[in-house]
């Protein structure tokens, strides 16, 4: 598994949201690491108790990862993670918002944020202007 369909697992997993999962990763490094890690490890973490840690240490049993690349795959959308180079520039977080998770989609970025969905258009499409 690379760190791309991790992170889907991740954002599948009941109970674990955007910002657990920034803890998370700010902890682990990548987002494969923290689905390896012990429940004792996770819990480490600020605001992963005995439940969260349950719930990733068995992502496995409540997670449907094929079918949701499968879907990802055939709605023609691509998973672009912040560390990417291909990220764009002006999405990037700056210290007034907090960007977590992002789908490319026909020309457009949608950013999932602590305000909600925010659609930027990606390099080349039009005008870099943020809403």
Avoid at 22 to 33: H, I, P, V
Avoid at 35 to 46: D, F, I, K, W
Wanted: proline residues 5%.
């Amino acid at each position: 598994m690379d760190c791309r369909e991790a992170f889907v697992a991740l954002n599948m997993i009941d109970g674990l949201g955007p910002v657990r999962v920034r803890q998370l990763l700010e902890r682990f490094g990548d987002s494969t690491a923290i689905l390896r890690a012990s429940r004792s490890e996770l819990q480490q973490v600020h605001g992963i108790g005995p439940e969260i840690s349950e719930a990733i240490a068995h992502w496995e049993k409540t997670v449907d990862l094929s079918g949701e690349l499968k879907r990802i795959e055939q709605s023609g959308c691509h998973i672009v993670l912040q560390s990417d180079e291909n990220y764009p520039p002006l999405l990037r977080p700056t210290n007034n918002s907090q960007q977590l998770n992002s789908l490319d989609f026909q020309g457009f970025t949608d950013v999932l944020t602590g305000q909600g969905v925010k659609r930027y258009p990606n390099e080349g499409t039009t005008s870099h202007r943020r809403p």
